[in-house]
C-alpha cells in the first residue's frame, strides 16, 4: 500500500522568508517516483518536479529545491525568498514504478504574506 | 497544444439527476485518468485509460460512476442519480505513458482545470 504524509496543514510566513513544506511517503516498491504539485485558489494542479527513487541529487530549480533522502522516506520542498504568488496548496504526491494511480498526500495551504 | 482542457467548468445539480463531464487530454498523451478531490484533501484516484481501454477502476467508483474514451481522444466521465456526496471537484489528467526516444519524462500526469460539482 502507499502512503503519503504531509503533516504540515497550514504554513504562513511573511514575504521572502524561505518556508520547506515536508512530505514523507510509505511505499514497499523498490522502484517509485515521487511528484510535487501546486494548486493555486484556481483550482488547476501544476506539476512542479518528479523524482526517481534511484537518484537521490537533491534539484534546485530558481527559487525551488527539493531535498530527497530515503533513509528517512522524505521528499522536502523548499521556496527560497517566498512571494506573495507562492501562495497556493503544494500536494506531495507518489507513483508506484510501472504504476498508473497517483496517491496524494492531503496537502500544505501556504499563505505568503506582505 | 493548451494543455489538458475539461468542460463544464461548473456544474451544479439537484440530487437524483445525472450529469456528464468531458475530458480533452493533451493530444499526444495516450493516458488518461479521471480523480476526484473534495474540500481540504488530495485528490484521489478513480480510473485511467490506456487509449480507448479502461485498465483500472478504484472502488471509489460505485456502479453509479460510467466512464468512457470512444476512440482514444476525448474521455466522458458520467454520474447517474447524483448523491450530496458526489459534491467535489472532478480532476483529468494524461501522460505519455510510455518513454519518448531521447525523454525520460513520460509518466507525468499533467491535470486540467477540473470540474466543480455541487449537488443539491
Known amino acids: 500500500a502507499q502512503k503519503v504524509t504531509q503533516a504540515q496543514t497550514e504554513i504562513s510566513v511573511v514575504e521572502k522568508e524561505d518556508v520547506t513544506l515536508d512530505c514523507v511517503y510509505e511505499?514497499?516498491?523498490?522502484?517509485?517516483?515521487l511528484f510535487w504539485y501546486k494548486q493555486p485558489p484556481s483550482g488547476e494542479l501544476v506539476f512542479l518536479i518528479r523524482r526517481n527513487s534511484f537518484d537521490e541529487q537533491n534539484e534546485i530549480s530558481g527559487r525551488y529545491s527539493w531535498n530527497f533522502q530515503k533513509s528517512t522516506s522524505s521528499f522536502n520542498f523548499t521556496i527560497t525568498a517566498s512571494q506573495v504568488v507562492d501562495s497556493a496548496v503544494y500536494f506531495c504526491a507518489l507513483l508506484p514504478g510501472g504504476g498508473n494511480k497517483l496517491t496524494f498526500g492531503t496537502g500544505t495551504q501556504l499563505k505568503v504574506e506582505l | 497544444d493548451t494543455g489538458v482542457s475539461q468542460d463544464p467548468r461548473h456544474k451544479i445539480t439537484k440530487r437524483g439527476q445525472n450529469v456528464t463531464f468531458r475530458c480533452d487530454p493533451i493530444?499526444?498523451?495516450?493516458?488518461l485518468y479521471w480523480y476526484r478531490q473534495t474540500l481540504g484533501q488530495g485528490p484521489e484516484f478513480l480510473t485511467y485509460?490506456?487509449?480507448?481501454?479502461?485498465?483500472?477502476k478504484s472502488r471509489l467508483l460505485s456502479d453509479r460512476f460510467s466512464a468512457e474514451r470512444p476512440k482514444g481522444s476525448f474521455s466522458t466521465l458520467e454520474i447517474q442519480r447524483t448523491e450530496q456526496g458526489d459534491s467535489a471537484m472532478y480532476l483529468c489528467a494524461s501522460s505519455l505513458g510510455k518513454p519518448r526516444e531521447g525523454g525520460t519524462s513520460y509518466n507525468e500526469q499533467f491535470f486540467g482545470p477540473g470540474t466543480r460539482l455541487t449537488v443539491l
Open positions: 485509460f490506456q487509449n480507448e481501454a479502461q485498465l483500472e
Open positions: 493530444s499526444e498523451h495516450n493516458r
Open positions: 511505499t514497499r516498491d523498490t522502484t517509485y517516483y
